[in-house]
């Protein structure tokens, strides 16, 4: 049944599903995400909260295709001025300071190629405009 667990599916989504969405932004996807979710959980490409455990396996169902995903950043594969090649697509990793303290704020949208916000999950997130960015995805269709 669609509406078993639909809301603790659409609050974990809500709250942690930035990377996700970006993912799916970035491959073009505009189905159902909520069944894509579930999808996702079932196979443990992703986590029942939204994390995601592995960003190629969600791409391959979204597209049908092989995906590579690549890191760049400190104690990545790859540096953070690394700017995708024609075909890549970057996912961009923003944090700042948690003003109640704590962990720092993390949040994933898709980047244009340059290290710009191209699409915020958000619309407009706070940590976006006065954040950083601390690393990247760069995706690779194989």
């Known amino acids: 049944m669609i509406f078993s667990g639909i809301q603790a599916a659409a609050a974990a989504i809500g709250e942690n599903g930035c990377y996700f969405f970006s993912l799916g932004k970035a491959v073009g996807f505009e ?3 909520l069944e ?9 490409a992703l986590s029942a909260t939204c994390f995601v455990n592995d960003a190629a396996k969600i791409l391959a169902q979204l597209t049908g295709s092989r995906w590579d995903v690549v890191k760049a950043g400190p104690g990545h594969p790859l540096p953070l001025t690394y700017c995708p090649r024609p075909g890549e697509r970057e996912i961009l990793r923003f944090e700042r300071p948690d003003p109640e303290g ?22 407009e ?4 405009r ?13």
């Open 31 to 33: 189905g159902d995400m």
């Open 36 to 44: 894509e979710y579930r999808a996702a959980v079932a196979s443990e």
């Open 102 to 123: 704590g962990d720092p704020l993390a949040h994933f949208v898709l980047g244009d190629g340059q290290g710009r916000c191209l699409w915020d999950p958000w619309g």
């Open 125 to 128: 997130s706070e940590t976006v």
């Open 130 to 142: 006065v954040g950083i960015i601390v690393s990247k995805r760069i995706l690779r269709r194989l």
